[in-house]
Nanobody, 121 residues
Framework: QVQMEESGGGLVQPGGSLRLSCSAS????????MGWYRQAPGKERELVAT???????TYADSVKGRFTISRDSATDTVYLQMSRLMPEDTAVYYC???????????????WGRGTQVTVSS
């Protein structure tokens, strides 16, 4: 009942900036938290940042101080502002949302298809 779609990926030089967007549709009123994950070639998917419904944010140590996650409730969109990008940030970035449908005790995790971010000179 919740669909996610990422956008904004691309090729940037080290030290550059990029802004990712993820639009949610469907039963968006059930979403309690959203976040961004990334997966580099040959590596497992890792958490980048999360934002709860109340606005509380968390960041991976590797991106703290460089990335900022935010959410626009009016458009059901979560953003990831990335600055001072490094080659190590190269990965497919996935949008994530957690929802709790009415009448259910457990939450459901939703994923987008991902957007490629490449940092290279």
């Amino acid at each position: 009942q919740v669909q996610m779609e990422e956008s904004g990926g691309g090729l940037v030089q080290p030290g550059g900036s990029l802004r990712l967007s993820c639009s949610a549709s469907g039963s968006v009123f059930t979403i309690t938290a959203m976040g961004w994950y990334r997966q580099a070639p040959g590596k497992e998917r890792e958490l980048v940042a999360t934002i709860a419904s109340g606005g509380t944010t968390t960041y991976a140590d590797s991106v703290k101080g460089r990335f900022t996650i935010s959410r626009d409730s009016a458009t059901d969109t979560v953003y990831l502002q990335m600055s001072r990008l490094m080659p190590e940030d190269t990965a497919v970035y996935y949008c994530n949302a957690k929802s709790t449908p009415p009448g259910q005790l457990s939450s459901i995790i939703h994923w987008g298809r991902g957007t490629q971010v490449t940092v290279s000179s």
